[in-house]
């Protein structure tokens, strides 16, 4: 399902049962970008069904929030150059020699490197499909600026308690900021939590950017003032 949050703002209603996040896209005068990948094929299939249907025109980039597989496994099921930090590439090339049966992906989950519900998860998405991983085209270790023509995309370059490869991507006009899963725990601490360190830093980092509202991968949309709220919330639990 396809929301508008404007003319040229689009992104997709998340599914956590099937760990579908939040697919974003932005038109531009010349070219248009895809915001994450999604998680593998049959969402794929339905954003690009969903784009076509609102005569909006492909996308020419995909820019991964992070490596994680239900935000990049879609991409190698798109066939356009995708964007990400020098870590998330890294991680995916990683990620490109494991094996994926569901053996080896249960031995990663008895070896704490995946946790259990992802895992059932991506082996119900893949019953039918075999798992195929794209390494990205373009990326980067600092910030970058899409000038898309009358719109403008700015990537931060973000290491937070989710993940270390992060973007966190700014639509300027819009005043959205796209999160991934940049203000969410680490899955793999148990219990699972935020380090300390990492979340001031990221409270910090947001606040300077000039947004009105955050699209998470996973959750409802945030206003400024309820996401600097909850993240605030979080920090003064660790004191």
């Known amino acids: 399902m396809l929301i508008k949050f404007s003319n040229k703002l689009f992104y997709t209603k998340q ?8 697919v974003g896209y ?4 010349n070219f248009s970008v895809m915001i994450d990948s999604g998680n593998g094929p049959e969402q794929v299939e339905s954003f690009l069904k969903d784009l076509k249907e609102n005569n909006l025109p492909h996308p020419s980039y995909v820019i991964l929030t992070h490596h994680h597989w239900d935000h990049s496994f879609g991409s190698a099921y798109l066939n356009i150059p995708v964007i990400s930090t020098e870590k998330a590439k890294n991680a995916l090339i990683e990620f490109a020699h494991l094996k994926w049966d569901n053996e080896s992906i249960e031995q990663r989950v008895e070896d704490g490197v995946e946790i259990q519900y992802s895992a059932d998860v991506l082996k119900k998405v893949y019953r039918n499909h075999e798992i195929k991983i794209k390494i990205p085209d373009i990326s980067k ?8 023509g009358e719109e403008k995309v700015i990537c931060f370059c973000n290491d937070n308690s989710h993940s270390d490869d992060a973007f966190i991507v700014y639509v300027v006009d819009e005043k959205v900021l796209f ?3 940049s203000h969410a ?5 148990k219990p699972m939590s935020y380090d300390k360190t990492k979340l001031r830093d990221y409270i910090d980092t947001i606040k300077k950017i000039d947004f009105e509202y955050a699209i998470p991968g996973h959750g409802n949309i945030f206003t400024r003032n309820d ?3 909850y993240l605030e919330k979080e920090y003064t639990k660790m004191r």
């Open 185 to 189: 725990k680490n899955y793999y601490t």
């Open 179 to 181: 999160l991934g899963d």
């Open 227 to 229: 996401l600097l709220a």
């Open 15 to 22: 599914r956590y049962m099937y760990l579908e996040p939040a």
């Open 26 to 29: 932005v038109k531009g005068k």
């Open 141 to 148: 270790s600092g910030d970058i600026t899409l000038n898309l």
